[in-house]
């Protein structure tokens, strides 16, 4: 049973910094995908950043690309989202996903929310004006 742990959260000031962390057990990420995704309450879903952990490559979306960026570490099993210029519209609870069980190489991951099988519980991000 794959286990992801987000860790990172919290508030911070417009313009600032946060790096969160998703720490994976059960399975293995050295080639998956894993994902990042966010959700406003009464919003959908949506898509952050997503890594192909075997290949390195990397997707964005277009209202976090240049701020934010995805990296493994793969002797921890852990991915990290590091979001720099917050934006108060970054304001969501934030999500770890990984795509499927096991070992799965490819060099271009979904970024569809409902293509994840396993998620985390979730780690607010609150940006002030």
């Known amino acids: 049973q794959v286990q992801l742990v987000e860790s990172g959260g919290g508030s911070v000031r417009a313009g600032g910094s946060l790096r969160l962390s998703c720490a994976a057990s059960g399975s293995t990420t050295s080639a998956n995908c894993m994902g990042w995704f966010r959700q406003v309450p009464g919003q959908e879903r949506e898509g952050v950043a997503v890594l192909s952990t075997g290949r390195g490559t990397t997707y964005y979306a277009p209202s976090v690309k240049g701020r934010f960026t995805i990296s493994q570490d793969n002797a921890n099993f852990t991915v990290y989202l590091q979001m720099n210029s917050l934006k108060p519209e970054d304001t969501a609870m934030y999500y770890c996903?990984?795509?499927?069980?096991?070992?799965?190489?490819?060099?271009?991951?979904?970024?569809?929310?409902?293509?994840?099988?396993?998620w985390g519980q979730g780690t607010q991000v609150t940006v002030s004006s």
């Open positions: 996903a990984q795509y499927k069980f096991g070992v799965f190489d490819t060099p271009q991951c979904p970024s569809r929310p409902v293509e994840y099988a396993f």
